[in-house]
């Protein structure tokens, strides 16, 4: 079974990065589709980005060219860096894996999540 633990979140500035990570553990990780989602308090989870086993990647295009995915299979860890914050970023972030992702933006496409953490941006 899968475990994921997310870790880097906080309370930054607007304009301000973060980094946040997510260790994965179990199954083979390789052979996973991993994909960032957040979720702001009254909103649906959103998709934010995904990274294949294979190396391609895609970012919704509201983080596209401010949000990078990637992935360091060696440690089994995927990370999101976030550049230039806005308030709008507000959320909980969560990592998920998925074994056959087909539609990207849909949750319920993924088998495995992480537990959330909490990213905050003060304007």
């Known amino acids: 079974q899968v475990q994921l633990v997310e870790s880097g979140g906080g309370l930054v500035q607007a304009g301000d990065s973060l980094r946040l990570s997510c260790a994965a553990s179990g199954r083979t990780f390789s052979s996973y589709a991993m994909a960032w989602f957040r979720q702001a308090p009254g909103k649906e989870r959103e998709f934010v980005a995904i990274s294949w086993g294979g190396g391609i990647v895609y970012h919704a295009d509201s983080v596209k060219g401010r949000f990078t995915i990637s992935r360091d299979k060696v440690n089994n860890t995927v990370y999101l860096l976030m550049n230039s914050l806005k308030p709008e970023d507000t959320a909980v972030y969560y990592c998920?894996?998925?074994?056959?992702?087909?539609?990207?933006?849909?949750?319920?496409?993924?088998?495995?999540w992480g537990q959330g953490t909490q990213v905050t941006v003060s304007s």
């Open positions: 998920a894996a998925g074994l056959s992702v087909s539609k990207v933006t849909m949750p319920g496409q993924y088998d495995y």
